[in-house]
């Protein structure tokens, strides 16, 4: 079982409708962040959360909502989005308490095509 | 604001030769930490090495070896005796030292995509 567990791995929606990512980490950390991979750009942070508490929202649209309700869950709701938010959606974890520790390990992505 | 340039969109390598890809950045910090993470087909990112920016001494990890040198914000990638299984993307990325309770994103480059010629 890998560390960081994603899922769905693809996930096909309408602009219309509502669905959730599911991100677990099996490594007993305590921050959680989420990542947005789009073709020919790089990596973007779009939230982190360290011990339960949001510390940053990367200018990310009210449409994305994260829920981090325990410190191995993290979730992102979708609602109303458009067509380029569809990417490759990546959480990570790492330990967060420790500056020298905050090695960050990465789940295998969700894959999501807004229609 | 921190970035990260990966200059080489592609690079080709045959099977157990030697290739290096690049990365520069840009910062104002004196302590922060770099990264090279590889992401294979499975679309995993994997750490492949991490630099402390207050260690002179390069990072080394098997065939994995960089080449820090801070003055000049370079932050390349060796990969000696190259195999099959190193094709991928590879990210390099940077993260502040100081930062808010130990949790901190990462500023990643564009990547590189490595192919292996057998």
């Known amino acids: 079982e890998t560390g960081v567990t994603q899922t769905p791995r693809h996930l096909v929606m309408g602009m219309t409708n509502k669905k959730s990512l599911k991100c677990e980490q099996h490594?007993?950390?305590?921050?959680m962040y989420w990542y947005k991979q789009s073709a020919k750009k790089p990596l973007e942070l779009m939230f982190v959360?360290?011990?339960?508490?949001?510390?940053e929202n990367n200018s990310v649209p009210s449409r994305f909502s994260p829920e981090c309700p325990n410190s191995s869950h993290l979730f992102l709701h979708l609602h109303t989005l458009q067509p380029e938010d569809s990417a490759l959606y990546l959480c990570?974890?790492?330990?967060?308490?420790?500056?020298?520790?905050?090695?960050?390990?990465f789940g295998a992505g969700t894959r999501l095509s807004v229609l | 604001a921190q970035t990260v340039t990966q200059s080489q969109p592609e690079m080709s390598v045959q099977e157990a030769e030697t290739v290096t890809l690049s990365c520069t950045y840009d910062?104002?910090?004196?302590?922060?930490?770099l990264f090279w993470y590889k992401q294979p087909p499975s679309r995993q990112m994997i750490l492949v090495i991490r630099?402390?920016?207050?260690?002179?001494q390069n990072a080394t990890e098997n065939r994995f070896s960089v080449n820090f040198q801070k003055a000049a914000k370079s932050f390349s990638l060796k990969i000696s005796d190259s195999q099959l299984g190193d094709a991928a993307m590879y990210f390099c990325?940077?993260?502040?030292?100081?930062?808010?309770?130990?949790?901190?994103?990462?500023?990643f480059g564009k990547g590189t995509h490595l192919i292996i010629q057998p």
């Open positions: 630099q402390e920016a207050y260690k002179q």
């Open positions: 990325a940077y993260r502040s030292y100081y930062s808010g309770g130990g949790a901190d994103g990462l500023t």
């Open positions: 990570a974890s790492s330990q967060g308490d420790s500056v020298a520790k905050n090695i960050q390990y």
């Open positions: 910062t104002s910090e004196s302590d922060y930490y």
């Open positions: 490594l007993g950390h305590n921050a």
């Open positions: 959360y360290n011990f339960k508490e949001q510390t």
